[in-house]
Nanobody
């Protein structure tokens, strides 16, 4: 059984920073892409950023230059450093990863962590 446990959400004023973490645990043979998505009330879930095992990254246009994704392959953990936060960044943030466990490859999601940015 695989679990993704997120941490680091909270409330912050506009212009502030937060760092999200997501650790994968369980029977894991390999992890491919790791990423962060978010869903604001009344909106669809959207990709924020993702990173390959080799370190290649891509970001949503709305967060480029403000957010930075990174990962620690030894710890099966992905991070999202969020700077210069704006009220429109308010959402539930979800960790997502594609990994190989028993019986094979699959996509897994974290439980979500709330990020609230006040003006």
């Amino acid at each position: 059984q695989v679990q993704l446990v997120e941490s680091g959400g909270g409330s912050v004023q506009a212009g502030g920073s937060l760092r999200l973490s997501c650790a994968a645990s369980g029977i894991i043979f390999s992890i491919d892409v790791m990423g962060w998505y978010r869903q604001a009330p009344g909106k669809q879930r959207e990709l924020v950023a993702r990173i390959t095992k080799g370190g290649s990254t891509n970001y949503a246009d709305s967060v480029k230059g403000r957010f930075a994704i990174s990962r620690d392959n030894a710890k099966n953990t992905v991070y999202l450093q969020m700077n210069s936060l704006k009220p429109e960044d308010t959402a539930v943030y979800y960790c997502n990863t594609r990994l190989r466990t028993i019986p094979g490859w699959g996509d897994y999601w974290g439980q979500g962590t709330q990020v609230t940015v006040s003006s």
